[in-house]
């Protein structure tokens, strides 16, 4: 199974960008569909972001023209690029890995969870 590192997370203003990354071990990482996902104190899981292993992203809709998610299968790695970030932002974001079919937006259809990295945006 395959193994998920994240890092990059911290703290950053309102309106500042930070970049996430997701390392996977194991082999055969671009067969794997990835996705971001993040959890606030209190509030459900909600899904960020998500990569095909043919490319096609998705993204929910709070992020939608600020995050761009990306891979390099070469580095067996996922990021997360995010831009003009906002408080309500702020989050422990885990990424997953999972064989297709997956549906992107579950995160139970996914075989591989990170232990997270935490964001905080100052407002």
């Known amino acids: 199974q395959v193994q998920l590192v994240e890092s990059g997370g911290g703290l950053v203003q309102a309106g500042g960008s930070l970049r996430l990354s997701c390392a996977a071990s194991?082999?055969?990482?671009?067969?794997?569909?990835m996705g971001w996902f993040r959890q606030a104190p209190g509030r459900e899981r909600e899904f960020v972001s998500a990569i095909r292993r043919d490319g096609d992203t998705y993204y929910g809709d709070s992020v939608k023209g600020r995050f761009t998610i990306s891979r390099d299968n070469a580095k067996t790695t996922v990021y997360l690029q995010m831009n003009s970030l906002k408080a309500e932002d702020t989050a422990v974001y885990y990424c997953?890995?999972?064989?297709?079919?997956?549906?992107?937006?579950?995160?139970?259809?996914?075989?591989?969870r990170g232990q997270g990295t935490q964001v905080t945006v100052s407002s």
């Open positions: 194991g082999r055969s990482f671009s067969t794997y569909a």
């Open positions: 997953a890995a999972g064989y297709a079919p997956v549906v992107v937006t579950n995160v139970n259809s996914y075989v591989s």
